[in-house]
């Protein structure tokens, strides 16, 4: 149920917004493989998901800042746009968000520390593996076929 604009307004000036965009959300807790679209929104107080009206299950999530313990962009930048935000209760909620450099950056300054943490050892995807894997099967086989096209130039041509 949408909240009345008057008092999205009032919500705004008592807790004001420092940034808002798409998202989607995926907690161990409920449902492991469930990822949920909708809109991720910091403000000075709160990390706020609100779903799309379509999901099945249209209930919001509110995290008070002062219960995240650390934040983990889980993968490099050119892999993924992963936030995992690691709360003090031990529970461990995912992000996928465009700009994410954007929104760590907001977040470090919002709560005031650094919750990046670094002593997490970055793992790769099986998928992404494969797939370069298969970039590189294919760049041997280019590879060898261009060296054998040069070879018999060589030996063909005068």
């Not at 919500?11 to 492991?32: E, G, T």
């Not at 962009?73 to 709360?87: E, H, Q, W």
């Amino acid at each position: 149920m949408k909240e009345p604009a008057s008092k999205l307004a009032m919500m705004q000036k008592i807790d004001p917004i420092i940034r808002k965009s798409r998202c989607n959300f995926k907690s161990a807790v409920l449902d492991p493989f469930a990822w949920k679209g909708g809109k991720l929104i910091l403000s000075k107080q709160n990390l706020r998901f609100e779903p799309n009206s379509l999901e099945y299950d249209t209930s919001s999530l509110s995290i008070p800042l002062h219960n995240i313990t650390s934040i983990n962009a889980r993968y490099p930048d050119f892999l993924s746009n992963r936030i995992v935000v690691l709360l003090k209760d031990g529970s461990i909620i995912e992000f996928r968000v465009p700009k994410r450099k954007e929104w760590i950056q907001d977040l470090i300054e919002t709560t005031g520390n650094n919750l990046i943490r670094t002593d997490i050892p970055v793992i790769r995807p099986k998928s992404t593996i494969r797939f370069i894997r298969a970039v590189a099967k294919i760049l041997a086989i280019i590879f060898s076929v261009s060296a054998l096209t040069f070879l018999l130039q060589k030996l063909f041509t005068k």
